[in-house]
């Protein structure tokens, strides 16, 4: 039932926990894709990657050196060198005869050694062995490394670097992979600033946050020109998830909730968290959309906690908040109310988090000052000096660059 | 003094400490440029983000609500409900009157407070305040979050999705940040495959490597035509770092370290460190040049531990690993050789980290499987069961996506 809070105020809210299964409800696998392997770093296969043939294929030298028959080398040494006749490697090998091979080459038919350079002095057409070699030294066996049919990859973690290394050492050059949620920003609310110039933190922060998360951008629109219009740049059909941000507060001009209302279904609009409390949840058809707040703490907040989630979910991702964790203390009192999940922006001083401004009152540029953030859950009133929190730690590697 | 190493062997190696110093004397920071904000996510600024202007730039509503004089709502109740006249927000506040005002807008000069919502009753021309408003309830006063040249973000850590907010939403779009680096990869020795196919897992796994630690790619291509061809290559002016990968061996065909001391210098061939001991290092003028071995393994081990410090320095980032550390104990024998710095593959279990294959044997499949790796530096024997050890663990999240 969709309550109109304008110039009202909210009434009941959400809680975080319901907010959080509606999302995981609603966010289902998308579809797959079949994609060139060396763009595939980063991305979820669709299914494990099974490996097509032994690794080697067939007997490989695994160092440089003279390709021979072991038994050929018993009883050689410094005072007793066995001369080897040089013969091209690529045919098969010839009684005391030896190929020079580098390493990864096949060995010729016939040889189960290799002997390394400093065992054998070389001559022209020939060389001597100093040194008897032992049979597989220098030798990886066929399907030594993989047999074929052993899984290689799984599904559960996103290709690396070297993932896609090794799929292309197959001779693989495309993959299935989960494809990527295409997601829809209309920055709806931009407020004005003194010179009415609208300046829009949103929309900049919130693009590399949703390519963190495995989306990619559908559109990115700015401003909204009333309720009927906004309905119709929600409800196009092209998108998997549609994010609007601004206008969801109580506000005579907030009216993001109604537009969802009149495209589509609103199924929560107010959550017991702080920031983010005006964020709403519902559905177009098929595809959910998600109403952020448009002061830029709230929207980065709401983001992270809802709207992140559910791409993380839609792109095969885990779903978990995506910073390191730290176990630290209080460093001083956190205060937050009964009944409202707070996140506090902190800085950490060695093994202490220290709230960054007094309570409630953390504002946009807390977190550019903050180590990372706390979450006091709605059963508490915050925590005295000392206790054990749990930090989301914010750092360089966590969020990948914008490709936009 | 460059000594030719093919169908003979190393003589000394350097360690890796040693390589390590030659890396940092010749990274130096590149120029720095100047790009749209939106773009810098994960970037580095130049210089220090100083605030330009007070935020907020004027007295503004923290809240939705109604823009009062708070001293005009004393005495006011259910039982005593104080009439206020509504006008225009953009106009000085008359006496006794009250402006809607949402989160964010600029407060009516003369306004001191704004009332919520729920504290008054709002009929066509004028409200009913029907509890008292304390003097700054609901208002951020200038400069209350930030004061004009505070410093907000430093240049020691990558932009943040927030930071990119956090600069737009002063009306700034553009800024100066640390140039990637442009690496020139030059693919010089694929292995043949038994199909006489040359299959490469090298490239495609350093692209997105390099971009991870901050490079770009200058150009890419593949297979050599002899010494003198590659040698032109390696030279030809362009490119911050050149990467060739393969042909650093021992066999007769490996000529990268010949082209190499033809176009410039090698200043070291040949690494105590395994995987990866034929990596080579140089210089053409002043572009530095690695010579990364050609074994999918040797090439990823040594991309991380030399080549990418080299690239992490130079878009100014730490040089570090970058990967998380875990402190674990080695939950069987470690093997390894005094002189030899080697990096062991790890699964773990537990608290415990097990090595991925018997000692030296590791190969490039038990990448895809490990968890993460340990260091056994080049001073120990390895590590008895129980010992503690430093795992630097693989994931998802450590290796940015693939742009090409």
């Known amino acids: 039932m969709f309550c109109d809070v304008r110039e009202r105020g909210f009434g009941d809210r959400a809680s975080m926990d319901e907010v959080l299964a509606w999302i995981d409800r609603y966010s289902r696998i998308s579809e797959t894709e079949c994609i060139a392997v060396e763009q595939a770093t980063g991305r979820f296969l669709a299914e494990s990657f099974i490996a097509p043939s032994d690794v080697p294929r067939v007997d490989t030298a695994a160092r440089d050196g003279y390709a021979v028959r072991s038994c050929e080398t018993v009883g050689a ?19 005391f005869s030896a190929a020079l091979v580098a390493a990864g080459m096949p060995l010729p038919l016939g040889a189960d050694t290799v002997v390394p350079f400093d065992s054998a002095n070389a001559e022209e057409k020939f060389i001597n062995v100093i040194l008897p070699v032992a049979q597989g030294e220098g030798v990886n066996r066929t399907g030594q490394n993989v ?3 052993d899984v290689l990859i799984s599904t559960s973690r996103p290709l690396r670097a070297s993932d896609v290394g090794l799929i292309s050492s197959f001779g693989v050059t495309e993959v299935w992979v989960v494809r990527r949620p295409r997601v829809r920003i209309i920055v709806a609310g931009s407020k ?22 495995g989306g990619m951008i559908e559109a990115f629109t700015y401003g909204m020109d009333g309720v009927a ?30 537009a969802l209302a009149t495209a589509g279904n609103v199924s929560i609009h107010g959550i017991a968290v702080h920031p983010g409390g005006s964020t709403g949840v519902g559905f ?3 595809v959910p959309v998600l109403l952020l707040p448009g002061d830029p703490l709230e929207c980065f907040c709401a983001y992270d906690l809802f709207a992140g989630r559910l791409i993380r979910n839609l792109s095969g991702r885990n779903p978990a908040l995506p910073y390191k964790i730290l176990q630290a203390k209080a460093g001083r009192k956190f205060v937050s109310s009964v009944g409202t999940t707070e996140l506090c922006p902190v800085r950490l001083a060695g093994e202490e988090a220290f709230p960054l401004g007094a309570a409630g009152s953390a504002d946009f540029v807390s977190i550019a000052r903050a180590d990372g953030f706390i979450l006091v859950p709605e059963t508490m009133e915050g925590y005295a000096p000392g206790t054990p929190v749990t930090v989301h730690k914010y750092d360089g590697f966590d969020e990948a660059e914008s490709v936009l």
Chains 1, 2 share one sequence.
Request: aromatic share 2%.
């Open 77 to 95: 040494g410094s005072y007793n060198p066995l001369p080897f006749s040089l013969q091209n490697p690529r045919n098969a090998l010839r009684p």
């Open 147 to 149: 047999q074929q049919e």
């Open 192 to 213: 004005c600033s003194v010179e009415r110039k609208a300046i829009d933190a949103n929309g900049p922060m919130l693009v590399p946050k949703i390519l963190r998360d």
């Open 229 to 258: 219009e906004l309905a119709g740049r929600i409800s196009r059909p092209g998108a998997d998830v549609v994010i609007v941000c601004g206008r969801t507060g109580t506000g005579p001009d907030d009216d993001a909730p109604v």
């Open 284 to 286: 177009v058809g098929q």
